[in-house]
């Protein structure tokens, strides 16, 4: 008898245990997450009020009519808006800069960082006809898209809380250098980033430049896989579960922009741009070679980004 009694006794633990490894979970329901609508045609005419005023070159009344409007506009969504104003000497001028920063949901430590330039080139010197390259550019899709596409998304976070928090900056002066003197674009860019204060780490950021383009193709751009490859593959992955397939997979371009200073300061910032653009740097860089659609594809995939992020992260 003491030699069966162990066997039962390991029959009746092990069916115990079977039982409740078999028992099934409970499975809670994942919560929708909602994600609003981008308004396109809003967005598109944040992108013609800009180009309205002339080229925001510096220094011009263009540029400081532009700068009032911008303030004045986001100002009526952000929880708190500060201006950057500085100075940068070039070619014997003083050019007076601004960069315009917007915040929302400032009591959250887990912040974005979202970012375009408002001004636009003071030389047309991509013209194929030399007495128009002393032109300004009017930056329809150089500067003025991307600034129209925050814009709609800050009047978006208005009506809509974000769970996390978001800043967006516009710089100035991106474009003030002459072709190949690096030390002159992105002056806006750099100032931030030698200003910030020490403790301003964002989880990562996204500059949107050139992102209203007719025909629209985005490529990864080498230097964001470079600094920031899982933030790349991470909006890429969204663009895919949205079809917005004007997002390519390829890497093309190693662009010089605003997001090169904000990563050598520590700020892990991808560059999101269409340089398939025949008016790059011309004065053909009007409203008409953009289009609404175009603002949508790029606002949706941001939206979802902003209102999906953390709760995709939790998931990890």
Request: aromatic residues 12%.
């Amino acid at each position: 008898m003491h030699r069966i009694l162990p066997f039962i006794l390991l029959i009746f633990i092990l069916s115990c245990n079977f039982e409740k490894k078999t028992e099934q979970k409970e499975v809670k329901p994942q919560a929708i997450i909602s994600v609003p609508d981008f308004d396109e045609n809003s967005a598109f005419e944040y992108l013609t009020k800009q180009v309205s005023f002339g080229p925001r070159v510096p220094n011009s009344k263009a540029h400081e009519e532009c700068k009032n409007f911008l303030i004045s506009e986001i100002s009526k969504y952000a929880d708190a808006v500060n201006v950057q104003n500085f100075t940068h000497n070039y070619l014997g001028k003083t050019f007076k800069l601004s960069n315009i920063i917007a915040s929302f949901n400032l009591k959250s430590g887990f912040r974005i960082l979202l970012c375009a330039h408002w001004d636009s080139r003071p030389y047309a010197d991509e013209e194929k006809e030399p007495s128009k390259r002393i032109q300004p550019v009017p930056g329809a899709n150089d500067g003025a898209s991307g600034v129209a596409v925050l814009l709609e998304i800050a009047r978006i976070l208005k009506d809509n809380p974000p769970p996390i928090g978001i800043d967006i900056v516009f710089f100035d002066g991106e474009d003030l250098g002459i072709a190949g003197d690096l030390d002159n674009f992105c002056i806006g860019s750099k100032y931030f980033a030698k200003n910030k204060s020490v403790n301003y780490s964002p989880q990562f950021g996204i500059l949107l430049d050139m992102v209203g383009d007719k025909d629209l193709q985005i490529f990864k751009e080498r230097n964001s896989v470079e600094y920031a490859p899982d933030v790349v593959e991470y909006v890429w992955g969204i663009a895919r579960e949205l079809e917005i397939s004007e997002f390519r997979d390829q890497v093309k371009y190693d662009v010089y922009d605003d997001h090169i200073p904000l990563n050598e300061a520590g700020i892990r910032t991808i560059d999101i741009i269409d340089f398939d653009y025949p008016y790059w740097h011309t004065t053909e860089d009007t409203p008409y070679k953009c289009s609404p659609q175009s603002l949508k594809k790029v606002g949706s995939v941001i939206l979802n980004l902003i209102y999906k992020y953390k709760a995709n992260v939790a998931e990890r």
